[in-house]
């Protein structure tokens, strides 16, 4: 039977293991036993009778005193103490050279996974799940999810939010990837910003016109005849006319320079495209596939391959489907980590716009306050001139400056 050489170190520290889904929980000073490392910074490996991943940070080599550990093919950890002698558990002695019984090495053939490796992000790099026999993950779209709802349940935050982008795209939905989904928002907010700008320029053109009209409005003669108070009252209206021109004039060029021309220069500021960001994804996503389906080749040769008949035949299947698997994992890891530096980026994008226009709208009430309040001291001055007129006074003066002579006739004698 193929056996595969382990390495004895001893735990560090104390590690809880629960934030992960397929975590070791380890004691400091334990005897830990590696089964397998990952340049990620994490290691396999088995500790009080049970597998699983820790960080290669948390453990030492062990004083053996020339004991060993080997894992069999069936993924089962015994010790060979100096002597030759091999054990299922750690002798109570422990390691030294003592007698026991010897473990037996007879077994069945294992039964490989049938589904690739879980995934998960957590410091120190990518965490792979077990692979002792166990079917702990699915395949969708050839990407791996965890299988369980306990496993899923223990997947934590990338982010700490509630609605983060890093946490809520990485399947599919319909014809759409979750990069897609985001491509998708991102174009959409850009556009909404263009055709806001749009906006605001065609309403500063109206503004600007009506300015015009008025003044030439203002400049007219109409009742240009009318006399005494009520000819200021009049000459106010028609002041109030150019002065509402200018009000609109106003208004026409805050619009420009303080809400379209910051959304234009906004735009041409976001104008870097993510074209490049969201290709590398695509063909990192291609890349994940094709590593899948060559997984998949592999394990097939894997399933045909009768261990008794043809040992070495065998061995070659199984190493070349984990040499496979590694692949495919690293593949997906790199994947993994595009799409959340793309998913960060464009959440922060979504946020700044959300504000700056946000705050462009704000912008937009102000002129508006501002053309209300000159609208009404335009009113007030009218109004006060209004309050002047007075008839009485209006005639007195036309009288007088136009009187033609005060005796009337009288009748012929």
Not at 276 to 295: F, P
Not at 320 to 325: E, G, M
Not at 374 to 385: H, S
């Amino acid at each position: 039977m193929s056996v595969k050489q382990a390495e004895l170190m001893t735990a560090l520290y104390d590690y809880a293991g629960a934030d992960q889904a397929q975590g070791l929980p380890l004691a400091a000073g334990g005897i830990v036993v590696v089964l397998e490392r990952l340049d990620s910074g994490w290691c396999r490996g088995e500790f009080n009778n049970r597998q699983g991943w820790f960080p290669a940070t948390y453990i030492q080599p062990a004083q053996t005193n020339g004991w060993l550990a080997f894992m069999t093919e069936e993924g089962r950890v015994y010790y060979q103490s100096p002597t030759g002698e091999s054990f299922w558990t750690i002798p109570e002695g422990g390691f030294q050279p003592v007698s026991g019984q010897p473990a037996s090495m007879s077994g069945e053939r294992a039964e490989m996974p049938r589904r690739n490796t879980s995934i998960s992000m957590a410091k120190g790099g990518l965490l792979p799940g077990s692979q002792v026999g166990r079917r702990t993950t699915q395949s969708i779209s050839c990407l791996t999810y965890p299988d369980t709802e306990a496993e899923i349940a223990d997947q934590r935050s990338l982010a700490g939010s509630s609605y983060s982008y890093v946490d809520h795209f990485w399947s599919d939905k319909g014809e759409q990837s979750g990069l897609d989904v985001m491509v998708g928002k991102n174009a959409r907010g850009k556009t909404a910003i263009k055709e806001m700008s749009d906006f605001m320029r065609e309403r500063a053109a109206i503004e600007d016109q009506y300015s015009k009209q008025l003044a030439k409005l203002a400049r007219t003669q109409y009742a240009d005849g009318e006399e005494g108070t009520l000819r200021e009252a009049w000459k106010e209206v028609r002041s109030g006319v150019q002065a509402a021109s200018a009000a609109h004039a106003s208004i026409a060029t805050k619009l420009i320079n303080d809400i379209e021309r910051p959304m234009s220069v906004y735009l041409e500021g976001n104008r870097k495209s993510t074209k490049k960001q969201e290709q590398r994804i695509t063909d990192d996503r291609k890349a994940v596939r094709r590593e899948y389906e060559q997984v998949e080749k592999s394990r097939m040769a894997y399933d045909k391959v009768d261990a008794r008949k043809d040992r070495r035949r065998y061995q070659a299947a199984v190493e070349d489907l984990k040499s496979q698997i590694d692949r495919y994992n690293t593949g997906q890891y790199k994947w993994v980590e595009d799409m959340i530096a793309v998913a960060g980026d464009m959440e922060q994008f979504e946020m700044d716009r959300h504000k700056f226009v946000q705050g462009i709208i704000g912008d937009y009430l102000k002129v508006l306050r501002q053309s209300i309040t000159d609208q009404e001291a335009i009113c007030v001055a009218q109004a006060a001139t209004l309050e002047k007129v007075n008839v009485t006074e209006d005639q007195k003066n036309w009288v007088v400056t136009n009187e033609t002579g005060r005796v009337r006739p009288v009748d012929m004698k």
